[in-house]
């Protein structure tokens, strides 16, 4: 007899899957359809994605990574924490495309073909290094500081939907980013 949470990776009939994926879960002795519950929670994990993007597409995307990664882990080990559980992992979805998408922005594209004068390789360069230094001072904060900041100063987001995101309360995410501030001020202006 298998144990409570024990996971199977067995496939459903008449349902498609992807390869790898796990789309049922054996939770107390009984078998659960983790597509069913990916449906019936899609909406909250949806609402708290599009609270981090503000951006329908961008959380349409992100949510069809956070399901291929549903399906491949399967789920936690108590059915009740399922909820809670794919939000979590469609937040990290969204968490891990926007550190993408703040290395990206941290390039310089330097396509001799459409520089026009040597001027505008200078302002960029030194565009640049002030870019990087920047970089390098805000990663030398705190995690939770620097979410806060990129979050506030990047996405300019609300207090209340940095909260959200960090879960906590609206004085802590305001105190993490004032914090932050304070923080880069000393490094910039010693």
Request: contains cysteine.
């Amino acid at each position: 007899m298998a144990a409570p949470g024990d996971r199977l990776t067995s496939q459903l009939p008449e349902r498609a899957t992807i390869q790898g994926a796990v789309t049922a879960i054996l939770w107390d002795d009984s078998l659960v359809d983790v597509s069913a519950l990916i449906s019936q929670h899609y909406d909250y994990a949806f609402a708290r994605v599009y609270r981090f993007t503000r951006n329908v597409e961008a959380a349409e995307d992100i949510m069809q990574e956070a399901v291929i990664k549903v399906l491949r882990l399967g789920g936690p080990d108590d059915p009740s924490k399922f909820k809670q559980w794919f939000a979590v992992v469609a937040i990290n979805c969204a968490k891990n495309e926007y550190r993408k998408r703040d290395h990206q922005r941290n390039r310089v594209d330097l396509d001799l073909d459409k520089v026009e004068a040597g001027e505008r390789i200078v302002a960029d360069t030194v565009e640049y290094v002030s870019r990087e230094i920047m970089r390098k001072f805000v990663e030398s904060l705190p995690p939770r500081q620097q979410m806060a900041f990129r979050m506030r100063i990047h996405d300019d987001m609300a207090f209340v939907d940095i909260a959200e995101i960090m879960n906590c309360c609206y004085d802590t995410a305001k105190a993490n980013y004032q914090q932050a501030v304070q923080k880069l001020r000393r490094l910039l202006c010693p």
